[in-house]
């Protein structure tokens, strides 16, 4: 019975896979259909889109090698983790998802009045702070100066690089 869970469980990782390449690929497409880039703009407009593209595009195809690759060793490692969860650990692990998507929620709510810098920031500790857990002073700094640090750089790329508002 191990063996088709094993199965079951390639089967979805490459679809996963094999659907998000073919998205980024719609994807990448379809971006050069976004508008020139006006004189104002020091890139043009379909630039970061395609950046991102490119590398989720790049991410997904490495994993997906690293699974053809996984799949051609030895499953015990597999069985080995799949035999410790227990429905305990699944339960958290779906409470922490739910409560990614309630932070998200309350930053998109958050995010017109509160701003982006201060809105992201606080969104990405608290995310980051459920699904890894804060148990040292040297964590929580950590992922407060991650947190910052990140908010200000994408601020920074938006509004001076690409010259796009943020909230």
């Known amino acids: 019975m191990p063996e088709l869970w094993i199965d079951i469980d390639m089967r979805k990782e490459y679809a996963l896979l094999t659907f998000m390449l073919t998205a980024s690929s719609i994807l990448f497409y379809e971006s050069f259909n976004i508008a020139e880039k006006s004189r104002w703009q020091s890139f043009d407009s379909a ?12 991410f997904a195809l490495g994993a997906f090698i690293e699974s053809l690759m996984k799949n051609n060793r030895s499953n015990e490692m597999i069985k080995k983790i799949s035999a410790r969860i227990n429905r305990r650990e699944q339960a958290l692990v779906y409470l922490k998802t739910a409560s990614i998507f309630i932070y998200f929620s309350i930053y998109a709510l958050a995010l017109p009045q509160l701003g982006y810098i201060i809105s ?9 702070a459920t699904l890894l857990g804060v148990n040292t002073i040297k964590k929580l700094i950590m992922l407060t100066s991650v947190s910052v640090i990140f908010s200000l750089f994408i601020y920074f790329v938006f509004r001076y690089g690409l010259k796009i508002w943020l909230p």
């Open 47 to 58: 630039t970061y889109p395609r950046v991102l593209i490119l590398l989720i595009a790049i």
């Open 120 to 128: 992201t920031g606080g969104f990405m500790l608290v995310s980051q």
